[in-house]
């Protein structure tokens, strides 16, 4: 089995794990962590923390309901529903106050778990106008009437690839929406803020503008959090999958 850690930095749009009052995590404080999955054939999951199941029945393209677990260092493990086969185990280390994901993502025989950090979850939006996207020239929108997405690698037999987030039927910008983008690397550094309305990923050649693959059309909403993960089926092809919270 793979397994990776992938620590996304705080987003400069949320002040995570706040408190309240906007003052931060405070002393005893828990965290917050949820399962998500977008394996195609690993059916209902189980997430244990320390031998504690924080999560149940989770299936493809779904997400948990976040729960609060105790902060500090822990174990992560991830179950066939309802039963203790064991798919994959990861180190969870948790700050007090802050909000995680772990992503089960790829063929169950080859299990990839990703611990990342929330943008989505926690404290009010920070003030002041949000640092435009990496491909617009275009103000984004204040953060409570955007929808945000994040782009997520978990696909290691894929060749080198670059992903673009545009409208629906609009060209390819200029750049990737993300760069680098790769397996195990710190893609994922921001949730990317867009106008609500249709959107498509789309993932070109390294370098190119030729499409390999592509997600569905995907409505965004004000507030929403979507999640594209590439990810693999079984005989290693590459597949996209959206997850909408």
């Known amino acids: 089995m793979r397994f990776m850690l992938l620590a996304a930095a705080v987003a400069v749009l949320i002040a995570q794990g706040c408190s309240p ?3 931060g995590p405070r002393a005893g404080e828990p965290a917050r962590l949820r399962l998500v999955s977008t394996s195609p054939d690993a059916g209902g999951l189980d997430l244990l923390v320390n031998g504690r199941t924080v999560a149940q029945g989770v299936g493809p393209t779904a997400a948990s309901t976040a729960a609060e ?7 992560g493990e991830v179950r066939a ?3 203790a086969a064991t798919l994959g185990r990861l180190a969870l280390p948790l700050e007090a106050g802050r909000s995680y994901s772990v992503l089960a ?21 920070v ?11 275009a103000a984004p929108p204040p953060v409570t009437d955007a929808a945000r ?11 080198p690839l670059d992903p673009y987030l545009t409208e629906e039927g609009a060209p ?6 993300l760069q680098p983008f790769e397996y195990g690397g710190l893609a994922l550094t921001a949730d990317l803020v867009r106008r609500p309305g249709r959107y498509t990923v789309r993932f070109t050649d390294a370098g190119t503008t030729h499409v390999v693959l592509e997600s569905e059309a995907i409505d965004a909403g004000a507030g929403e959090l979507l999640t594209v993960v590439l990810g693999e089926n079984t005989d290693k092809s590459l597949r996209v999958d959206v997850v909408e919270e």
Do not use: K, M, W
Request: proline share 18%; net charge negative.
């Open 21 to 23: 009052d906007g003052t």
């Open 69 to 75: 677990v105790e902060a500090g260092d822990a174990s």
């Open 81 to 83: 529903s309802g039963s």
């Open 105 to 125: 993502s790829g063929p169950v025989q080859a299990l990839t778990l990703t611990l990342s950090v929330d943008t989505g979850f926690g404290g009010p939006p």
């Open 127 to 137: 003030e002041g106008p949000p640092p435009p996207p990496v491909d617009s020239g």
């Open 149 to 159: 997405f994040r782009i997520i690698h978990a696909a290691p037999d894929a060749p």
């Open 172 to 177: 390819l910008d200029t750049l990737p929406t």
